[in-house]
Nanobody
């Protein structure tokens, strides 16, 4: 059974940090890329970062570049999103998803995890 489980969300003040985790199982982890998306109320789902597991190549949306960092522990089949300098605009439900390429094109994603809520207070 394929599973992607995002965790680590919570309530944090502006300027604070959180680390999200994505636990993967049930598919060939090394052959995939894992992406992080977020969706704020009333807004479209936004891709913000991805990592290609095979070689560690990463990509970031402009909205998070320089503040967020994605990494993976391949042996543990985990992907992390370190979020620093958080702003109220970062408030959203955060999801991890898997695809065979590093992409934020939602229809391309093969697997999705349940989201984790991140709330940044001003």
């Amino acid at each position: 059974e394929v599973q992607l489980q995002a965790s680590g969300g919570g309530l944090v003040q502006t300027g604070g940090s959180l680390r999200l985790s994505c636990a993967a199982s049930g598919f060939s982890f090394d052959d995939y890329a894992i992406a992080w998306f977020r969706q704020a109320p009333g807004k479209e789902r936004e891709g913000i970062s991805c990592i290609r597991i095979s070689d560690g190549n990463t990509a970031y949306a402009d909205s998070v570049k320089g503040r967020f960092s994605i990494s993976s522990d391949n042996a543990a089949k985990m992907v992390y999103l370190q979020m620093n300098s958080l702003e109220p605009e970062d408030t959203a439900v955060y999801y991890c998803a898997a695809a065979v390429v590093c992409t934020w094109y939602v229809p391309t994603m093969d697997y999705w995890g349940e989201g984790t809520q991140v709330t940044v207070s001003s």
